[in-house]
């Protein structure tokens, strides 16, 4: 079956910094790439999502990429803020017809002021 | 937009308790509805899911079930908790052609 693996496990930025988080995943079959952002005692929300068709996509200040060959895809937050401090969560889905969704570990980013 | 709907939003129970913790979904219909566990410092792993009432399909071997008695309600229950059942339970909803998840607040669940 499908495996995600996410890196770093933390990470600390300065304020204006850019953060980079990277996943792997197995199955050459999956599809579909979102992010989740996490914050303290609350649920995943998504952020950012990129299909297996897209090679990068761009929202603001965030943007995912997507290397099929390589199988891994990517996080970038530009001019990073404070309030960007959080867990955030890579995850792929492979195509089982259920949007069964494989998650990553975490990255536990630091936005230091 | 949907609304998920979890409650508690903390739990702390005994070894050996039964334990029942509601999902209810507003907004949607015909959901495709989620259960995910958190543990402390791992990532999030899919415990059930299911595409109808009545219908549950389970990931993982374990101490727990889930019934979905109502189009919009999806419950996750134990006869007798366990310490490891401890964790950061997720309800997640996907409806129609959208490819994401709406996530609910969670609950904490600590078996002391």
């Known amino acids: 079956g499908e495996n995600v693996e996410q890196h770093p496990s933390t990470l600390s930025v300065q304020e204006g910094d850019s953060a980079v988080i990277k996943c792997t995943y197995s199955?050459?079959?999956?599809?579909?790439f979102p992010w989740y952002k996490q914050e303290l005692g609350k649920g995943p929300q998504l952020i950012i999502d990129?299909?297996?068709?897209?090679g990068e996509k761009k929202d603001q200040r965030i943007a995912v990429t997507l290397n099929k060959t390589a199988k891994h895809f990517s996080l970038h937050i530009t001019e990073t803020q404070p309030e960007d401090s959080a867990v955030y969560f890579c995850?792929?889905?492979?195509?089982?017809?259920?949007?069964?969704?494989?998650f990553g570990t975490g990255t536990r980013l630091k936005v230091l002021a | 937009s949907q609304t998920i709907h979890q409650w508690p939003a903390t739990l702390v129970q005994p070894v050996g308790s039964p334990l029942s913790l509601e999902c209810t979904v507003e907004?949607?219909?015909?959901?495709?509805l989620y259960w995910y566990r958190q543990a402390a410092g791992r990532g999030l792993q899919l415990l059930f899911y299911?595409?109808?009432?009545?219908?549950i399909s389970s990931e993982v071997p374990q101490n727990l079930s889930a019934s979905r008695p109502q189009d919009r309600q999806f419950i996750l229950s134990s006869k007798k908790l366990l310490l490891s059942d401890s964790g950061f339970y997720l309800c997640?909803?996907?409806?129609?052609?959208?490819?994401?998840?709406?996530f609910g607040s969670g609950t904490r669940l600590t078996v002391v």
């Open positions: 997640a909803c996907r409806t129609g052609g959208a490819e994401g998840y709406t």
């Open positions: 199955d050459s079959a999956s599809n579909y």
């Open positions: 907004g949607t219909s015909n959901p495709n």
């Open positions: 995850a792929a889905r492979p195509p089982s017809g259920t949007y069964k969704y494989i």
């Open positions: 299911s595409v109808g009432i009545g219908q």
């Open positions: 990129i299909r297996s068709n897209v």
